[in-house]
């Protein structure tokens, strides 16, 4: 499929099938709208009234056009109330659109959307993002897929020309949200560390970074007794990556994207009961594939800042060789853990990533991670909680998240809480209580990062979705590419 930019008139486009976009409450055709109701014989007007198609957001109705006419299909698309267009309106009203056409089975498929904020480059490239999101499609473990997926060919969008930028720019950022997809919906027997240390060396070699893979030895060495506390049941070897993108020049910034990487999370000894969604934790490397994705991403745009890409890749199984729940293990900052809980085991792998990134004297860090459950009951599904002491950071990432349309809220760091995961014999226990159990996770993260800016994002709601969700489809989502990105590029900006 392309995605091409055309400045044909509305009134002269052909194809298969034509999309409008149109806002709430003003679904009166006028101007050009109204000649192409007249050019179809009134088939726009006749089907707005017989649907009461009223343009609210994520609605769509379409219509067959007169046949022989240079049109075959219209789909109309509710982008809401004008004043409350989100950028992110036209990227999910265009994901609803692919999907119609990929239904009717459109090869060539016509967009007349509205610009958001009178920015032609943002607009084109989040209905480039919407379209090509909604249309992934993941067969790789079907023998025969039932679905034979779209047909779509060509998709112009009308009154874009110029904007070729926003269109490569989609695509970069698409292949690395696709790439995040593929990692976490695939499962534990096919995503493992060895597998994912592969595929950061494969992102290298395409794309020119640089990737340093620490074995189990080179950790020991560096002293990163809690990662290795959690890998140690499993008859996987951990593998503790770190890829670099250095752009040609100096560098604006330099920063750190650090992603859980627990390939499956069995819960340890603490083993994962019934209902616990055990057979769900193949997701539990979610934030390692968006860091991977982000990774991909950002060496394709090139932006003017230094990044690493850190992932204490590992397995929390069970086995004679296992954690025992109380077991003492040493960080590589060489503060002791009583792991009280086998299962709050994301914290212990990110605790000798984050103090290996704290040592690379850099701007910031920001850590993605499925971490609580506890974050999930707080703020949904859809919703990623973010913890930071650093304001600059919160809304550097609150900004990012804006424009992706992937949502984030700030959650307290309420240093009190602290006082949950005091422990009698060691510097600190890794789970406290249940309420603010993903506070309290983030405050045992802050006690690793003594010197860098450092943001926590916990992705364990939206890194899957059950049910179709704008432009995800049931399954893994790619969370967190489209924001990271966003926020390396702007702090590339010299903003
Ligand atoms: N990987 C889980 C968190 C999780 C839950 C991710 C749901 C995705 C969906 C994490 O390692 C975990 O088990 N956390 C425990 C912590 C508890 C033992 C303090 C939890 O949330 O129950
Ligand atoms: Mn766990
Ligand atoms: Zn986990």
Request: charged share 25%.
């Given at each position: 499929?392309?995605?091409?930019?055309?400045?044909?008139?509305?009134?002269?486009?052909?194809?298969?099938?034509?999309?409008?976009?149109?806002?709430?409450?003003?679904?009166?055709?006028?101007?050009?709208?109204?000649?192409?109701?007249?050019?179809?014989?009134?088939?726009?007007?006749?089907?707005i009234?017989?649907?009461?198609?009223?343009?609210?957001?994520?609605?769509?109705?379409?219509?067959?056009?007169?046949?022989?006419?240079?049109?075959?299909?219209?789909?109309?698309?509710?982008?809401?109330?004008?004043?409350?267009?989100?950028?992110?309106?036209?990227?999910?009203?265009?994901?609803?659109?692919?999907?119609?056409?990929?239904?009717?089975?459109?090869?060539?498929?016509?967009?007349?959307?509205?610009?958001?904020?009178n920015?032609?480059?943002?607009?084109?490239?989040?209905?480039?993002?919407?379209?090509?999101l909604?249309?992934?499609?993941?067969?790789?473990?079907?023998?025969?897929?039932?679905?034979?997926?779209?047909?779509?060919?060509?998709?112009?969008?009308?009154?874009?020309?110029?904007?070729?930028?926003?269109i490569?720019?989609?695509?970069?950022?698409?292949?690395?949200?696709?790439?995040?997809?593929?990692?976490?919906a695939?499962?534990?027997?096919?995503?493992?560390?060895?597998?994912?240390?592969?595929?950061?060396?494969?992102?290298?070699?395409?794309?020119?970074?640089?990737?340093?893979?620490?074995e189990?030895?080179?950790?020991?060495?560096?002293?990163?007794?809690?990662?290795?506390?959690?890998?140690q049941?499993?008859?996987?070897?951990?593998?503790?990556?770190?890829?670099?993108?250095?752009?040609?020049?100096?560098?604006?910034?330099?920063?750190?994207?650090?992603?859980?990487?627990?390939?499956?999370?069995?819960?340890g000894?603490?083993?994962?009961?019934?209902?616990?969604?055990?057979?769900?934790?193949?997701?539990?490397?979610?934030?390692?594939?968006?860091?991977?994705?982000?990774?991909?991403?950002?060496?394709?745009?090139?932006?003017?800042?230094?990044?690493?890409?850190i992932?204490?890749?590992?397995?929390?199984?069970?086995?004679?060789?296992?954690?025992?729940?109380?077991?003492?293990?040493?960080?590589?900052?060489?503060?002791?853990?009583?792991?009280?809980?086998?299962?709050?085991?994301?914290r212990?792998?990110?605790?000798?990533?984050?103090?290996?990134?704290?040592?690379?004297?850099?701007?910031?860090?920001?850590?993605?991670?499925?971490?609580?459950?506890?974050?999930?009951?707080?703020?949904?599904?859809?919703?990623?909680?973010?913890?930071?002491?650093?304001?600059?950071?919160?809304?550097?990432?609150?900004?990012?998240?804006?424009?992706?349309?992937?949502?984030?809220?700030?959650?307290?760091?309420?240093?009190?809480?602290?006082?949950?995961?005091?422990?009698?014999?060691a510097?600190?226990?890794?789970?406290?209580?249940?309420?603010?159990?993903?506070?309290?996770?983030a405050?045992?993260?802050?006690?690793?990062?003594?010197?860098?800016?450092?943001?926590?994002?916990?992705?364990?709601?939206?890194?899957?979705?059950?049910?179709?969700?704008?432009?995800?489809?049931?399954?893994?989502?790619?969370?967190?590419?489209?924001?990271?990105?966003?926020?390396?590029?702007?702090?590339g900006?010299?903003?």
């Amino acid at each position: 499929m392309t995605i091409q930019l055309s400045d044909k008139p509305l009134l002269e486009w052909a194809g298969d099938s034509l999309a409008i976009g149109l806002f709430e409450d003003a679904v009166e055709l006028t101007g050009e709208l109204a000649t192409l109701d007249q050019k179809f014989s009134g088939v726009l007007k006749e089907l707005i009234a017989e649907e009461e198609f009223k343009g609210k957001a994520n609605t769509t109705i379409f219509t067959r056009v007169n046949p022989g006419s240079a049109v075959r299909k219209l789909i109309l698309v509710g982008l809401g109330k004008p004043d409350a267009l989100k950028l992110d309106t036209l990227r999910r009203a265009a994901a609803a659109v692919a999907r119609v056409a990929k239904k009717q089975k459109s090869k060539i498929l016509g967009f007349n959307f509205p610009l958001w904020n009178n920015d032609p480059a943002a607009s084109a490239q989040a209905i480039a993002e919407g379209i090509e999101l909604a249309l992934y499609q993941d067969i790789r473990f079907k023998s025969e897929p039932e679905d034979k997926g779209s047909q779509i060919e060509t998709v112009d969008l009308l009154g874009f020309s110029g904007q070729e930028a926003a269109i490569t720019r989609a695509n970069q950022i698409v292949s690395g949200v696709n790439l995040a997809r593929e990692l976490v919906a695939a499962p534990a027997n096919a995503v493992t560390p060895i597998t994912l240390a592969e595929t950061a060396q494969a992102i290298a070699k395409d794309h020119g970074l640089q990737v340093e893979i620490l074995e189990k030895e080179d950790c020991e060495k560096l002293g990163m007794g809690a990662f290795l506390g959690v890998a140690q049941a499993s008859e996987l070897p951990p593998k503790f990556i770190h890829l670099t993108y250095k752009p040609e020049g100096t560098p604006k910034k330099k920063l750190a994207i650090i992603g859980k990487g627990v390939t499956f999370d069995s819960g340890g000894l603490n083993i994962k009961g019934a209902g616990s969604g055990i057979e769900t934790m193949k997701m539990d490397m979610g934030g390692a594939a968006a860091t991977l994705g982000a990774a991909k991403a950002i060496a394709q745009i090139k932006p003017d800042v230094e990044v690493h890409f850190i992932s204490a890749v590992a397995e929390n199984m069970i086995s004679g060789r296992a954690m025992h729940p109380g077991d003492i293990l040493t960080a590589s900052n060489g503060k002791t853990i009583e792991v009280n809980n086998t299962d709050a085991e994301g914290r212990l792998t990110l605790a000798d990533a984050l103090v290996f990134a704290d040592k690379l004297g850099l701007d910031a860090i920001v850590d993605l991670a499925t971490l609580t459950g506890a974050n999930v009951i707080a703020l949904g599904e859809d919703i990623a909680g973010l913890y930071t002491p650093d304001d600059a950071v919160a809304s550097q990432l609150e900004k990012a998240a804006q424009t992706s349309g992937e949502k984030i809220w700030r959650m307290p760091m309420e240093e009190k809480y602290f006082e949950g995961l005091k422990s009698g014999i060691a510097d600190m226990k890794n789970t406290g209580p249940r309420p603010g159990g993903s506070i309290t996770a983030a405050l045992f993260l802050k006690q690793f990062v003594k010197e860098t800016p450092w943001a926590h994002l916990d992705i364990a709601g939206p890194v899957w979705t059950d049910k179709e969700n704008g432009y995800n489809g049931a399954g893994a989502t790619g969370y967190g590419v489209r924001t990271l990105v966003n926020w390396v590029e702007g702090e590339g900006s010299g903003e």
